[in-house]
């Protein structure tokens, strides 16, 4: 009998702590991968398409954790272009440790692939292959996996000709750091500077403090 509880208690000692829904034992955690099957067809009826400007082949999928803005711990999933997803990942992880909040992060394909849906619900994402404010013909940085929209609600589209989401209206005044905003210089902004992306907040013509993509487009 002793013989038999000293086995459990050396089994109860090497079988992990459980943890809390969400949270991993290192706290931030994401892994790349080639796109899984399911997600493949996924995409398929809705984000990619024949035609599009770069194959399923050349994307990956992020699964990471996030911070929320209820301070929770969360799950989520960007696809991006093959070239970026281990950086891309690096950056989470520093807007993770730097306690930088989330809505959330699903992929596009949720929402039917609509932006303005996506957008609305002040979803972070990153691949859609769709055309650049959805005018023919020519195509997104989004549409190649190489550009990331982060809280679109807290950090709108904003142009003469409005503003997208149209329920980030309160955020177009910058004047007020409120949380899940972005600054040039702040800790998102180093992020994705470090890996050479730059941010649509210091567009010329129209401010997209949402964006940020390889090559400032």
Not at 132 to 145: D, E
């Given at each position: 009998?002793?013989?038999?509880?000293?086995?459990?208690?050396?089994?109860?000692?090497?079988?992990?702590a459980a943890l809390p829904s969400g949270a991993t034992a290192g706290g931030y955690h994401a892994s790349?991968?080639?796109?899984p099957a399911g997600v493949r067809e996924l995409m398929r009826a809705s984000s990619w398409r024949p035609g599009c400007p770069v194959g399923l082949e050349d994307l990956r999928l992020i699964k990471l954790n996030y911070r929320?803005?209820?301070?929770?711990?969360?799950?989520?999933?960007?696809?991006?272009?093959?070239?970026?997803?281990?950086?891309?990942a690096r950056v989470f992880r520093?807007?993770?440790?730097?306690?930088?909040?989330?809505?959330?992060?699903?992929?596009?394909?949720?929402?039917?692939?609509d932006d303005m849906r996506s957008m609305k619900?002040?979803?972070?994402?990153?691949?859609?292959?769709?055309?650049?404010?959805?005018?023919?013909?020519?195509?997104?940085?989004?549409?190649?996996?190489?550009?990331?929209?982060?809280?679109?609600?807290?950090?709108?589209?904003?142009?003469?000709?409005?503003?997208?989401p149209p329920n980030g209206e309160r955020y177009v005044d910058r004047s007020t750091r409120r949380r899940?905003?972005?600054?040039?210089?702040?800790?998102?902004?180093?992020?994705?500077h470090a890996i050479g992306w730059e941010w649509g907040g210091t567009w010329t013509n129209s401010k997209d403090y949402q964006h940020f993509s390889s090559n400032d487009r």
């Open positions: 009998m002793r013989r038999f509880l000293l086995v459990l208690t050396v089994a109860c000692l090497l079988v992990p790349v991968m080639k796109l929320g803005f209820d301070g929770e711990v969360h799950p989520g999933k960007l696809v991006v272009h093959r070239w970026y997803a281990d950086e891309i520093k807007l993770f440790r730097a306690d930088f909040p989330i809505r959330r992060m699903e992929l596009v394909d949720r929402y039917g692939a619900a002040d979803n972070t994402s990153a691949f859609n292959c769709r055309y650049r404010n959805g005018v023919c013909c020519t195509w997104s940085m989004h549409a190649y996996g190489k550009a990331i929209d982060v809280n679109p609600v807290e950090n709108p589209y904003v142009g003469s000709w409005g503003v997208s899940g905003m972005i600054f040039k210089k702040d800790r998102v902004w180093w992020a994705f």
